[in-house]
Nanobody, 122 residues
Framework: QVQVVESGGGLVQAGGSLGLSCVVS????????MGWYRQAPGIERELVAT???????NYGHSAKDRFTISRDNAKNTVYLQMDSLKPDDTAVYYC????????????????WGQGTQVTVSS
């Protein structure tokens, strides 16, 4: 069974930094694009950032110039470094990964983690 597990959330003061990690474990053939999304109470889940296997990145408008996404393909891990945090960044952050389960099928299936809470105090 493939698992997507985030870590690194917590409480931080405004202006501070926090790093998130997400590991994909279990039996699968390969990973495609990985990314981070977030959801605050009463708000739809929104894109934070994505990164392809070739390190092409895409950022949501709220993350540009403050957050940095990276990945380690050997460790099946994606990271999110968040700097200059604001109270508006408070949300549950979810990891998403495109998972190719078998070499016999080219199809990717998206997996989600359980989420990790990030709270930024003013």
């Amino acid at each position: 069974q493939v698992q997507v597990v985030e870590s690194g959330g917590g409480l931080v003061q405004a202006g501070g930094s926090l790093g998130l990690s997400c590991v994909v474990s279990g039996k699968f053939f390969s990973l495609g694009t990985m990314g981070w999304y977030r959801q605050a109470p009463g708000i739809e889940r929104e894109l934070v950032a994505t990164i392809s296997r070739e390190d092409n990145t895409n950022y949501g408008h709220s993350a540009k110039d403050r957050f940095t996404i990276s990945r380690d393909n050997a460790k099946n891990t994606v990271y999110l470094q968040m700097d200059s945090l604001k109270p508006d960044d408070t949300a549950v952050y979810y990891c998403n990964a495109a998972i190719r389960h078998s070499s016999s099928s080219p199809r990717f299936v998206y997996g989600w983690g359980q989420g990790t809470q990030v709270t930024v105090s003013s």
